[in-house]
């Protein structure tokens, strides 16, 4: 079992840049990936990043590369994202997730299910 808890959200304005933190207890395999997604306010969620907890191999959509940079530190079992010159449409809830179902091979970022989620954290950027 894994819980997780986001922070690190709040009010910003553009142009300015925020990290949020993903706090994870409960054993975390080398295997596992730590995925952040976001909901904008009438829209899907979607993917934005995710890492892979043992060798440290990133992924993003296309739209966060460059402004989005996504790490972990395996000592505070914390996984972080970075966001650069934030813009109002980056106003979302964010959440981290956990996919435990790599076992090797190529991974597919977008075609995974998740075993384990975060709450969210609210990232309101003022134009």
């Known amino acids: 079992q894994v819980q997780l808890v986001e922070s690190g959200g709040g009010l910003v304005q553009t142009g300015n840049s925020l990290t949020l933190s993903c706090a994870a207890s409960g054993r975390i395999f080398n295997t596992y990936h730590i995925h952040w997604l976001r909901q904008a306010p009438g829209k899907e969620r979607e993917f934005v990043a995710a890492?892979?907890?043992?060798?440290?191999?990133?992924y993003y959509a296309e739209s966060a590369k460059g402004r989005f940079t996504i790490s972990r530190d395996n000592a505070k079992n914390t996984v972080y994202l970075q966001i650069y010159s934030l813009k109002p449409e980056d106003t979302a809830v964010y959440y981290c997730?956990?996919?435990?179902?790599?076992?090797?091979?190529?991974?597919?970022?977008?075609?995974?299910?998740?075993?384990?989620w975060g709450q969210g954290t609210q990232v309101t950027v003022s134009s």
């Open positions: 997730a956990v996919d435990v179902s790599y076992s090797g091979g190529y991974y597919l970022p977008l075609e995974v299910e998740y075993d384990y």
């Open positions: 890492i892979r907890w043992g060798t440290g191999s990133t």
